[in-house]
């Protein structure tokens, strides 16, 4: 891998970072709207949604995978601008919705996270949903890479840039809206 020059201009980095905020935004309204909707009453932060009261098995399941299926979905957006508008606000989608899924998989193994606590629910162990979500999005990111002729250290910022985001929305949620 080469460390020439980046390929992506210091406005996309701007932009990433505003789509780290919105992606945690959108995936835990998502969470929320779908517990909602299917009549409990939930409490929402930015980085946690819950119910006040005991839920069902597949009312947990329907909840904890509201927000992977949006986030999902808006990483297949951002892979279909990069393909066929070389859109790098599609490669900020697509870069936040892996990273969003691939920590929450890595957190699962103290806690497991949205896609693995459906997988268990559903009986389908612990890894099956994740490993899919994340090999799934790790093949688009890689494809939409090398689409947009990206080098390494476009990856290595975009990786210090949604480091930061999470940091920043795990950090806030803590210190403010801290569960319990």
């Known amino acids: 891998m080469s460390l020439q ?9 701007m932009n990433l970072f505003f789509v780290g905020i919105g992606t945690f935004l959108v995936h835990e309204f998502a969470h929320w709207l779908t517990g909602v909707a299917i009549g409990h009453d939930m409490v929402a932060t930015p980085n946690h949604v819950w ?30 601008l990069v393909k066929n508008r070389q859109s790098q606000l599609g490669f900020a989608l697509l870069y936040m919705a892996f990273f969003m899924r691939l920590l929450a ?6 806690n497991p996270n949205d896609e693995a606590r459906v997988s268990q629910l559903i009986g389908f162990g612990t890894w099956t949903i994740p490993l899919i979500v994340v090999a799934g999005l790790f093949a688009l990111l ?3 890479s090398r689409n947009l002729k990206l080098r390494f250290r476009d990856h290595f910022v975009c990786y210090l840039v949604a480091s930061i985001v999470v940091t920043l929305i795990v950090g806030v949620d803590a210190a403010l809206w801290r569960k319990g």
Do not use: E
């Open 142 to 144: 890689v494809s939409a």
């Open 105 to 110: 998989a890595g957190m699962s193994f103290y």
């Open 51 to 80: 119910s006040k009261n005991p839920m069902s098995a597949l009312d947990q399941a329907m909840v904890s995978a509201a927000g992977p299926v949006i986030t999902i979905a808006q990483g297949i957006v951002g892979f279909w």
């Open 5 to 13: 020059r980046s390929a992506l201009p210091l406005k996309f980095y």
